[in-house]
T-cell receptor, first 112, second 116 residues
Framework: KAGVTQTPRYLIKTRGQQVTLSCSPI?????VSWYQQTPGQGLQFLFE???????NKGNFPGRFSGRQFSNSRSEMNVSTLELGDSALYLC???????????FGPGTRLLVL | AQSVTQPDIHITVSEGASLELRCNYS??????LFWYVQSPGQGLQLLLK??????LVQGIKGFEAEFKRSQSSFNLRKPSVHWSDAAEYFC??????????????FGTGTRLKVLA
């Protein structure tokens, strides 16, 4: 089976812009979770989607949003980018919310 | 509140030496437990997991971990470290929430340096 894929791998944006990141889970996985990873804060949970429904949400401002499509692919969007949004954004998929999460390689976002 | 603690931010060992990375959690019940490894600029790779049963679990790359309920710990061990083990290691715990869903919480990570 193909692993979790994330596009794009690298992205450079400027403050105030918006960005959309994409994640394709492992085939058959219905749960997709997103994390933000920064050197200072570690891995911070953004949200989890299961069968197109957001099941859990972390403590991030409303500028961070996501969605999941019927084929389980997921996107996350960050509007009005700030310098502090520069991070590695990781997507993980699993069969169920409680199951083993398998991670993609991440999207490295740099906000200038 | 549920939490996961990795007390060691950095650990340096010599190649061939043994390794133990600590992980403690705070939770009223037995959670699902995981160890992941991350090489620079990469995603996280699963090393091993514990759901139930035998408290000593074997993983990939020669790693093992032991669940100790009395200590709320899930420490990762390797008898002989290789230079390629240099990476960052994350302990993760899955808790049930009050709304009946589940949430992953990751520790802050332990960065392992291996001396030749």
């Amino acid at each position: 089976k193909a692993g979790v894929t994330q596009t794009p791998r690298y992205l450079i944006k400027t403050r105030g812009q918006q960005v959309t990141l994409s994640c394709s889970p492992i085939s058959g996985h219905r749960s997709v979770s997103w994390y933000q990873q920064t050197p200072g804060q570690g891995l911070q949970f953004l949200f989890e989607y299961f069968s197109e429904t957001q099941r859990n949400k972390g403590n991030f401002p409303g500028r961070f949003s996501g969605r999941q499509f019927s084929n389980s692919r997921s996107e996350m969007n960050v509007s009005t980018l700030e310098l502090g949004d520069s991070a590695l954004y990781l997507c993980a998929s699993s069969l169920a919310s409680r199951g083993t999460q398998y991670f993609g390689p991440g999207t490295r976002l740099l906000v200038l | 509140a549920q939490s996961v603690t990795q007390p060691d931010i950095h650990i340096t060992v010599s190649e061939g030496a043994s390794l133990e990375l600590r992980c403690n959690y705070s939770y009223g019940a037995t959670p699902y437990l995981f160890w992941y490894v991350q090489s620079p600029g990469q995603g996280l790779q699963l090393l091993l997991k514990y759901f139930s049963g035998d408290t000593l679990v074997q993983g990939i790359k020669g790693f093992e971990a032991e669940f100790k309920r009395s200590q709320s710990s899930f420490n990762l061990r390797k008898p002989s470290v290789h230079w390629s083990d240099a990476a960052e290691y994350f302990c993760a715990v899955v808790f049930s929430t009050t709304s009946g869903t589940y949430k992953y919480i990751f520790g802050t990570g332990t960065r392992l340096k291996v001396l030749a």
